[in-house]
């Protein structure tokens, strides 16, 4: 029997793995046929495959299933069973390159060219940290093949200025790069002909974890209702939620939505729902509401509350609503406008100055032993608008008017407190210089002239308001 040559013995074991899986089927099972697959190897500087090594193993998932030697005229051929495999290439002193292949009978595959490794360069570098190295970042380079599967990683890191260095064979690779504490960054499609320098990566620092601020809660937990599950308050605005629902501390398979319809059956089981927010490059966070047994029935109002009153700073706002069931139901308050809080608890709001340009908003709570909470939203007010300065009565002046005499003004002021109040004295309608306070002595020039007083008011968040008392009788 001659001797086997590297390239028959290699081919040879591959026949004998492929007869082992053959034998190795059940009873009722039909060996597919193999089929023959032959192709060609060629190196870049025209050298000699064998003189390099060079060689193909056979992989089927992370399984080695076999290799060739070249031949010193570049040929191979294998003997595989059906199926998908990949075919990695390699030669002393040329890069390696992968092949996914699906056997289908015999088949002469195409050549493959094996050229020398090249250096791949580049830079990593801080975000807003103008151009400041970023060491020790994770680099991985994966070969792109022609049908879009990826090759085995090459991976390097970056050194403390922040640059780094990977030996690859020529080809096109998908480039990934990895920090602790930093987003991802990939690049999909890198094409390598030659050495070269990849353009400079700047990585971002990973946005602040996701943080719930106030927990989900449940409304309408009642028979033939529909429960509702809030997303409750969170530090970011922008997130994406999703919904589970549990009863009797079991999830309720296909209830992924804010709200779940509530049955008889229902009735007396504890509810709860857990809600996850989730954002961009931030791991998600699951909140649960409370338990909450299904009540039979919901608390309701005999009318849905409204708001009555002006929307003018100064004036009260008043919540109308129908009568209560059950009877015994408590009957709770909540107003809100924007980032202003709102102190009162009832069903009256005094419009306050820092109210104005604000529309106030109201929620209507009505609860009781043995029935679902239920909750009314009132649509927000129109904006409160600057509120008009009242008065007791008008302006008086009160004195003699006679040369040499004082004369007093007086204005009584009914809301709000604290008006800031101007005077100005005339006579005859015209100013008299320099008389600007509450009283006035009269003078020579004023003789025969019909004194009177005008009053500025102001203060914040209403109108100015100017008022002018009657004219006395002439001077004497």
């Known amino acids: 029997m001659p001797a086997l040559t590297p390239s028959r013995a290699a081919r040879l074991l591959v026949a004998l793995v492929v007869a082992a899986a053959a034998f190795a089927l059940p009873a009722t099972a039909v060996a597919a046929v193999p089929g023959l697959l032959t192709g060609t190897v060629v190196l870049a500087d025209g050298s000699d495959p064998w003189d390099a090594n060079a060689a193909v193993v056979v992989r089927s998932g992370e399984d080695d299933l076999g290799s060739d030697w070249i031949d010193s005229d570049g040929s191979y051929e294998f003997d595989l069973d059906p199926g998908s495999y990949t075919l990695v290439y390699s030669a002393r002193g040329f890069g390696t390159v992968e092949r996914d292949l699906i056997v289908d009978g015999d088949a002469v595959l195409p050549t493959i060219t094996l050229s020398a490794p090249v250096k791949v360069t580049g830079l990593i570098v801080r975000a807003g940290a103008g151009e400041v190295p970023l060491p020790f970042a994770d680099v991985e380079l994966r070969a792109v093949k022609p049908g879009g599967g990826l090759g085995r990683p090459v991976t390097t890191s970056s050194d403390a200025s922040g640059r780094f260095e990977a030996t690859v064979a020529l080809g096109t690779y998908r480039v990934s790069y990895t920090s ?273 007083v005008q009053v500025s008011l102001s203060a914040s968040a209403y109108s100015p308001r100017v008022v002018q008392s009657a004219r006395t009788r002439a001077v004497r």
């Open 180 to 452: 602790f504490g930093r987003i991802p960054v990939v690049v999909p499609s890198v094409q390598v002909d030659a050495a070269r320098e990849l353009a400079p990566v700047t990585m971002e620092m990973l946005p602040a974890p996701i943080d719930n601020l106030e927990h989900p809660s449940l409304r309408s937990v009642h028979v033939n209702g529909t429960a509702t599950v809030s997303n409750g308050r969170w530090n970011y605005a922008a997130l994406d939620f999703a919904y589970q629902w549990y009863l009797d501390g079991a999830p309720i398979a296909g209830a992924t939505r804010s709200t779940f319809p509530l049955q008889a059956k229902h009735g007396g089981h504890r509810l709860r729902a857990s809600v996850t927010a989730s954002g961009s490059h931030r791991e998600p966070v699951v909140m649960f509401t409370e338990e909450t047994v299904v009540a039979a029935a919901l608390a309701t109002l005999s009318a849905a509350p409204r708001v009555v009153g002006t929307t003018q700073v100064g004036q009260t706002l008043r919540a109308v609503l129908g009568r209560p069931t059950p009877s015994n139901a408590k009957v709770t308050y909540q107003w809100t406008a924007g980032s202003v809080r709102v102190p009162e608890t009832g069903p009256t709001v005094m419009l306050r100055p820092e109210l104005r340009g604000k529309r106030l908003r109201l929620r209507v709570r009505v609860s009781a032993p043995g029935y679902s909470t239920n909750e009314y939203r009132v649509p927000a007010t129109t904006v409160v608008k600057v509120g008009t300065i009242a008065l007791r009565s008008a302006p008086t002046v009160s004195g003699s008017p006679k040369v040499g005499r004082t004369l007093r003004a007086r204005v009584a002021v009914a809301a709000p407190s604290g008006v800031r109040v101007r005077y100005q004295w005339l006579a005859n309608g015209k100013a008299i210089k320099g008389a600007t306070k509450s009283t006035v002595r009269l003078t020579k020039a004023q003789r025969k002239r019909r004194i009177s």
